[in-house]
């Protein structure tokens, strides 16, 4: 009798615990900026962030410029001009993942996989998670990734996401459905284009 009273009040305990951590989940958007700057140009960019089971997810849309002068410098500005005006209508958005302790989010314990199994999946298969709405509704599927390998250098890990046919100055929504750490589906809104400073 002892011992199933005393398995009652755990079972009670835990759901009680459990019940209140779910109500600290955070989902709403950071009013938060990031600058990117490069050859004494710079940019400043909104992001969007949720905080869900102990991680961060935070999505910023970077300036396609940036990655042009990135590539080519600015001594060739009308270059760099004329890439533009034939990829303006490409997004590049930033995502990171950061766990609150700064562990290693690939470990099995967070994606339920071995380590190699999800860094193939951050690699390959994530791009299949994301797409981007249109203020119309039009769905536009992902449609290139790339994982920023860091080697637990930094606290986080980091994918571009690249989609085309997006009219230049098009608000759009980032849903990711979170398979690899089974959070669920997450939105992030993007109202501003990216400033030029």
């Known amino acids: 009798m002892k011992g199933t009273l005393l398995v009652s009040v755990l079972l009670v305990s835990v759901l009680l615990f459990a019940c209140k951590r779910k109500a600290e989940i955070d989902y709403s958007l950071s009013p938060d900026y990031k ?3 490069l050859e004494r140009m710079g940019w400043k960019s909104r992001t969007a962030s949720h905080h869900l089971s102990e991680i961060e997810y935070t999505a910023t849309w970077v300036p396609i410029q940036y990655y042009i002068i990135k590539t080519l410098g600015n001594e060739h500005l009308p270059a760099v001009d004329s ?4 990829h303006k209508d490409e997004r590049v958005i930033e995502v990171e993942f950061k766990h609150d302790s700064r562990d290693d989010l690939l470990k099995s314990k967070y994606t339920h996989r071995d380590y190699e199994t999800a860094v193939k999946y951050m ?13 119309q509704g039009d769905t536009i599927n992902c449609s290139g990734i790339t994982f920023e390998r ?41 109202t501003e284009i990216p400033i030029k400073l």
């Open 150 to 190: 860091n080697f637990n250098l930094a606290s986080f890990k980091r994918v571009l996401l690249h989609f085309g046919d997006i009219p230049e100055d098009e608000e759009i929504q980032l849903v990711y459905h979170d398979r690899l750490f089974n959070n669920g589906i997450l939105k992030f809104k993007f």
């Open 83 to 86: 890439i533009y005006q034939s």
């Open 35 to 37: 600058h990117y700057n």
């Open 123 to 135: 690699s390959f298969s994530l791009e299949k998670d994301f797409v981007a709405v249109t203020r």
